[in-house]
């Protein structure tokens, strides 16, 4: 058993990224190790007290919920009350059998973590559920222009680029976070980085310093047995795209909005964001289910033809891909983001070039096809439950990875840094 403190800006189940730290904090518990979870926001999941796990909730405001805006733009530059609380928790850690695990710091526990850990001499695991660490948007992406960007952070390019997707004065203060994080330290030194695919090794390969150890450990993915028993979704009976998300920018809703239109296809949004009228004037029939709970989108999964992930920047993991893949039902990628590492193209789904409506359009109509689509749902199935992305397979990673830095230190870690057969679709 081994005392594991994990790092998140939020107590509760906020989004993805919290979602996945709370998960792997009560399955790590339940196996038997000693959890901290330790945060800036309440209020506390229960899930995390259910599971005995000791929490440590600042009781701050992230930054888009504090009201005093002065105050949350100088704590999101540096939080000090986070850094000391994070030292005296640290300072009663077992120094020989204690990992330390940052999912997340953007939001409200700020760069002054990073230096705290290093101090400890602890093994530390970051997990790159965005790209912060290297990048001060955190998405490697120009939002004004739609593009991926080829900048290092702080750079004279990065400083003169206007890539935020708010405000230019958003990301002078990005960048002024940036700037402090860097200054204590940075954020990848002293770190072993946990990586959601091969994908994303490769985005962020360039700007690592050598000798930075990355370790594949992809997300769960929380789709019932049921599922399973249910076999695949009767994708020939039904007719539209499905994309699930924020509808965003960067996300790609506006492009699968117009690709429908050239193919004719039904398209069908489940999410909310700030591209909701664009997609409206793109194609005034597409239909929008603004969120959903999650039970009710695994039920607009198996009712649609085709999934479709038409993410512009350097998606991550793709979480909805895999579900959809789990229930049978093709999916239809960008080739710039990590879920199109789950297509067989013309077996389980269809790639296409990422930014490119009329491409996007022509796989739409492949899929047009009842027979056509009912086959490669079929291989989804099949394919994604010879080896899914289990809660268990997610930690027996996360187990082995610590035990490593644990029993031989984190130079140790390189021999785990290749992408492991189990951990592929």
Known sequence: MSTVVILCDHAHASGGLAKVAIAGATGLARRG?????????????PALQVAGITVHCLG???????????QAALRGLWNRKAAHALEALLANCPANDTVIHIHGWAKALSPSVFPVCRRSG????????????LCPNGALFVFPEGTNCPHRALSAGCLTTDCDARARHHKWWRAARHAAGTMAGGFIEGMALVTLSDHQRAVIAPHLPPGTITLPVPNPVEVGDEVRRQGPAPVADNSNALFVGRLSREKGATLLAEAAVQADCPVRFVGNGDEIAAVRRRNPDAELAGWLPPDAVQREIRRARALVVPSLWYETFGLAAYEALANGVPIIVSDNCAAAEAVRPGENGLLFRSGDAADLARC???????????????????GYW???????RHLDRLEEIYRAALRGGMRSLSVLAGMPRACRP
Request: glycine fraction near 4%.
């Open 33 to 45: 190790h000693h959890v901290h979870f330790f945060a800036a926001v309440p209020p506390v999941e």
């Open 60 to 70: 701050q405001s992230d930054l888009k919920g504090n009201t005093d805006r002065v």
């Open 122 to 133: 602890l093994p530390v695991f970051l997990t790159l559920h965005d790209y912060f660490p």
């Open 364 to 382: 739409l109509r492949l899929l047009s096809h009842g027979v056509e689509a009912a086959r490669m749902g079929q291989n989804a199935f099949q």
């Open 386 to 392: 010879r080896a899914p992305f289990t809660l268990d």
